[in-house]
């Protein structure tokens, strides 16, 4: 599902559920030390994931440990995200040298628990919100709104170490192209040669699912296959 959301050259491996020959490097065991069964499967899970996208990239696969936020530590010179809800995993990488950041979500496509809409949208997302449910009442936009939300912090977090609320983020969706733009209340870092003050993303409803997806591009344009070949080698050392 994701794949089908993301440009070319981003690495995509998911599944609908946890997947039995998934494995933790040592490092990782950290992670999920004294976490429930269901909590380690699904750690296990999108790593193993992770790592098939690592092969497609072709990059030596590597323990994926956490950072101060719970995001994901990459490789240098790899940007991704990583997701997991009930019946869905996935992960999303590319090289740096041609995207500046990713950010993936996956949620059930239900409405949101009562009351949480008014703690995530912005005031100008609440009439948008109305319309959209009037013209396309088969999706459930207030959960779109929190999984869309939730790609642009992973693809900002990595960029500017620094938190961006739900409120900070004000969402506008496309039904006729499957797309969102986000136009952020908070400056944002320099990507490209320019200050990121907005970004753009795709969503996708599905099988009782909802996946949203923000790409950040480097603004080089696609890698050739000889620029692929020097990413690698570099990434894959002496």
């Known amino acids: 599902m994701i ?46 994931l992770a790592r098939q996208a690592m092969k497609d990239l072709g990059i030596p696969s590597v323990a994926i440990l956490s950072g101060v936020r719970r995001e994901p530590l990459w490789p240098s010179g790899v940007v991704g995200s990583m997701t997991h809800c009930a019946g869905y995993r996935a992960a999303a990488l590319s090289f740096d040298a041609h995207h500046a950041s990713i950010g993936i979500d996956a949620e059930p496509h239900a409405p949101l628990p009562e009351g949480l809409l008014m703690k995530i949208a912005h005031p100008d997302e609440v009439p948008h919100l109305a319309q959209l449910t009037a013209a396309r009442p088969e999706v459930h936009w207030d959960r779109l709104l929190f999984s869309a939300k939730e790609a642009v912090y992973k693809a900002w977090y990595p960029l500017a170490r620094r938190w961006l609320g739900f409120q900070e983020a004000r969402l506008a969706f496309d039904p006729a192209s499957d797309g969102f733009t986000a136009e952020l209340r908070q400056v944002g870092p320099v990507v490209a040669g320019v200050p990121l003050s907005r970004m753009a993303g795709r969503w996708h409803v599905r099988g009782g699912l909802v996946v949203a997806a923000v790409t950040i591009s480097q603004g080089l344009g696609e890698p050739g296959v000889a620029e692929r070949g020097r990413q690698r080698a570099r990434l894959a050392g002496p």
């Open 3 to 48: 794949g089908d959301i993301v440009p070319a050259g981003v690495a995509v491996a998911d599944s609908f559920g946890d997947l039995p020959d998934a494995r933790l490097f040592p490092e990782e065991e950290a992670g999920v030390r004294g976490a429930i069964d269901k909590r380690r499967r699904e750690y296990a899970t999108v790593r193993h």
